[in-house]
């Protein structure tokens, strides 16, 4: 059963600024977790494998495995946040979570919509993500294609 949020007539749909923002955080952190797998995918060839160091990153095997361990690791990363309280480390930081209509964390199905539309959002030059400024609810494309909707929170009261 999905997690229900609460404080719901609080949030209000999240801005571009805000967005941008969370993503260059969470983007730091992908790096970080890529340098780490990288290093995993180069010691599990040389130790394991025996490949020597020349050939290391040749051949269609080397190069596949990598990029998909890779996209693995950063949907695996985006979508343990979204499903377990909405929130990647950098949505944190600027007080957004992403959620449905209804107020339920992400089923695996949204994630993956998540994950793929706004990769194609980046590909198409930004569009998808600049899309808010023109949606009257504020939401890009993937919010569209996913059915759900990046709030930002208000600031906790002392």
């Known amino acids: 059963m999905a997690k229900r949020f609460t404080h719901l007539e609080h949030a209000h749909p999240a801005g571009l600024g805000r967005r941008l923002g969370a993503m260059l955080y969470d983007s730091l952190l992908v790096l970080a977790i890529w340098v780490a797998l ?10 394991l494998l025996g490949l020597p160091a020349e050939q290391l990153g040749q051949g269609a095997a080397q190069v596949m495995s990598l990029r998909l361990l890779l996209l693995l ?31 339920l964390a992400l089923n695996w199905r949204q994630c993956l919509v998540r994950f793929v ?16 400024l023109w949606d009257p609810g504020r939401r890009s494309w993937a919010d569209l294609a996913s059915g759900t909707r990046v709030m ?4 906790a009261r002392p």
């Open 152 to 155: 930002l929170l208000p600031a």
């Open 117 to 132: 539309v706004g990769g194609l959002s980046w590909a198409a030059l930004g569009v998808g993500h600049l899309w808010i």
């Open 73 to 103: 690791g950063a949907f695996g990363f985006l979508s343990f946040f979204w499903r377990r309280g909405g929130m990647t480390l950098g949505m944190q930081a600027w007080r957004l979570r992403v959620q449905t209509p209804q107020g």
């Open 38 to 47: 990288t290093a995993g995918h180069v010691l599990i060839s040389r130790l």
